[in-house]
């Protein structure tokens, strides 16, 4: 039996890796969480951190080799894709985002983490605003 997830991952942790300027001791915390454990993302994850690193790339901040070697580091973690219905999207993520003036990609990590009743790892200030509203567990910053 696959181990609980001890966190929903959201994409601005994952991509906050691939930059050295964008690590934080907070980043670095959830990674050493994640590797000792289990994260859970919902499935506009791998598109999003996709999607980051390719632009990235157009913009010269990274190098395509450091992207796919960035990516291929990342499939190895043990990071779950969690799969919704569409239905589900489409009526209560949808209403979630709307709720909270949320992106229905961000209402997707708030929807998961309260579905699995487990902390939402983020770096967006708003994101942590509103799961903390609706009683969702922020994983907690390291100590500065």
Request: aromatic share 6%.
């Amino acid at each position: 039996m696959e181990a609980e997830p001890a966190l929903v991952l959201d994409a601005s942790v994952a991509v906050a890796w691939a930059f050295e300027d964008e690590t934080s001791r907070y980043t670095e915390t959830v990674l050493d969480t994640v590797t000792q454990g289990r994260a859970a993302v919902p499935p506009v994850w791998p598109l999003e951190v996709g999607n980051a690193v390719v632009v990235a790339e157009r913009r010269g901040r990274l190098r395509e080799a450091d992207g796919v070697h960035f990516l291929s580091l990342l499939s190895q973690l043990p990071i779950a894709v969690e799969e919704v219905p569409a239905e589900r999207v489409l009526s209560d993520v949808v209403s979630l985002a709307r709720a909270h003036k949320l992106s229905a990609y961000d209402a997707s990590y708030l929807d998961l983490a309260m579905r699995l009743g487990v902390p939402l790892a983020t770096c967006d200030a708003d994101l942590r605003q509103v799961a903390s509203r609706c009683g969702v567990k922020v994983f907690q910053r390291a100590k500065q």
